[in-house]
């Protein structure tokens, strides 16, 4: 949802950007492992210590790169398997990180293993979000479903996360895990749903 509204203003917004990147020589690919690597090193830094909204700030920075080696593989015509491969599987290592270490902090400095636990929640639920997809496009169906795509966890997440390090009560991100666990937890079985009944239309 996020991912078809968003783009087109972010595209525009970052395209003078990776016109600059490539005229440098800067390939597509060094981006998304840059990216990938200052969101990690990010909420590696910041998250455990509590800073959670600075993090936030710095995280965000860093999750934009991801906009940008896909506005630099269409302009350079590197838009590939590899490319891709490649920034799907860097983007569950951000994700795994980030919602590891919200988790890491609640369960330590901040006290709230309430908070701590939907985390780790939403963290293995939107694994199993993005392996469903990706198992059922392999074996030849369409699984683009759902309402809890990416975008929408890393969003909820990251904008939460921040207003809790600014002041905003705690149980509002617990609220706000608590939905987007619930949210992930139908679009896997929105998606299992989906390519149960293509597998059943295929078998007749």
Excluded at 112 to 136: E, F, H, N, Q
Aim: proline share 3%.
């Amino acid at each position: 949802m996020l991912n078809r509204f968003a783009r087109t203003f972010f595209t525009r917004l970052f395209t003078p950007l990776a016109k600059a990147l490539l005229k440098a020589g800067v390939s597509p690919d060094a981006v998304t492992v840059a990216g990938t690597l200052g969101a990690v090193l990010s909420a590696l830094i910041f998250y455990p210590q509590g800073q959670l909204f600075w993090g936030t700030v710095a995280i965000t920075v860093f999750i934009f790169s991801d906009v940008v080696d896909g506005i630099m593989a269409r302009l350079s015509g590197r838009h590939g398997l590899w490319g891709n491969f490649l920034d799907s599987t860097l983007d569950r290592v951000v994700d795994g990180v980030l919602f590891s270490t919200v988790a890491f902090w609640f369960f330590t400095g901040g006290g709230d293993p309430v908070i701590a636990t939907a985390a780790l929640a939403c963290l293995v639920l939107g694994m199993l979000v993005s392996y469903a997809r990706a198992k059922a496009e392999a074996l030849g169906f369409d699984c683009n479903v759902g309402i809890a795509e990416r975008a929408e966890r890393l969003v909820a997440l990251l904008v939460m996360t921040g207003l809790t390090g600014l002041g905003l009560p705690p149980v509002v991100l617990l609220v706000t895990l608590v939905l987007l666990a619930l949210a992930s937890l139908f679009t896997i079985w929105q998606r299992v749903e989906t390519v149960r009944q293509q597998a059943s239309a295929t078998a007749e």
